[in-house]
């Protein structure tokens, strides 16, 4: 049972690179998520998706894009890499939204940007 | 803006003790909260939460209370265990289901 799968687990981009963060998930779940972790702050929700097709701006879209043409992937697109897009970015998966105690986290890809 | 906040970056505990993670919030129409759990190198998962009509939920050795009138929510844990050595987060459900996050607190339990 793989659950929310993302990669790559690490990367050391130079300013202005682009590159994609891959996500898939296995359980058939309608929402997926990307969210980053800066130090000493909490999960902040970049972008979500309630179903193929469909996709929504969260807290921090600024600098990222998505797309969600399969119910199972949801990759996160990194245009111009900035030093303020240092950070750890986790991929999750739900459901439904409407009950956070579903939400199913990947283990996390750490960024660098420099 | 800070609107769930966890005060305690880090906490240390003997073993066998109690083990009380807090978290404050703002918005009075946050209507569910949940505590999550992180390993290093894992993504979060989910420990145990509670619906903003209740004032106490327990689970085995973890027990979340929230007092509504003070927006202050705390995760007992009882009695801890090395293995719950972890980052623990808040989060609570905003009117739009997102979910709004704590920075997280560290806790060590120490043998």
């Known amino acids: 049972n793989a659950g929310v799968t993302q990669t790559p687990k690490f990367r050391i981009l130079k300013i202005g690179q682009s590159m994609t963060l891959q996500c898939t998930q296995d359980?058939?779940?309608?929402?997926m998520y990307w969210y980053r972790q800066d130090p000493g702050m909490g999960l902040k929700l970049i972008y979500y998706?309630?179903?193929?097709?469909?996709?929504d701006k969260g807290e921090v879209p600024n600098g990222y894009n998505v797309s969600r043409s399969t119910t199972e992937d949801f990759p996160l697109r990194l245009e111009l890499a900035a030093p303020s897009q240092t950070s750890v970015y986790f991929c999750?998966?739900?459901?439904?939204?409407?009950?956070?105690?579903?939400?199913?986290f990947g283990e996390g890809s750490w960024l660098t940007v420099v | 803006d800070q609107q769930v906040k966890q005060n305690s970056p880090s906490l240390s505990v003997q073993e066998g003790r109690i083990s009380i993670l807090n978290c404050d919030y703002t918005?009075?129409?946050?209507?569910?909260f949940l505590w999550y759990k992180k390993y290093p190198a894992e993504g979060p998962t989910f420990l145990i939460s509670?619906?903003?009509i209740k004032d106490k939920n327990e689970d085995g050795r973890f027990t979340v209370f929230l007092n509504k009138s003070a927006k202050h929510l705390s995760l007992h844990i009882v009695p801890s265990q090395p293995g719950d050595s972890a980052v623990y987060f808040c989060?609570?459900?905003?009117?739009?289901?997102?979910?709004?996050w704590g920075a997280g607190t560290k806790l060590i339990i120490k043998p």
């Open positions: 999750a998966s739900s459901y439904s939204g409407h009950s956070g105690n579903t939400i199913y």
């Open positions: 509670i619906s903003s």
């Open positions: 998706s309630v179903g193929a097709g469909i996709t």
């Open positions: 359980m058939n779940h309608n929402y």
């Open positions: 918005n009075s129409m946050f209507d569910y």
């Open positions: 989060a609570a459900k905003d009117s739009n289901y997102q979910l709004i």
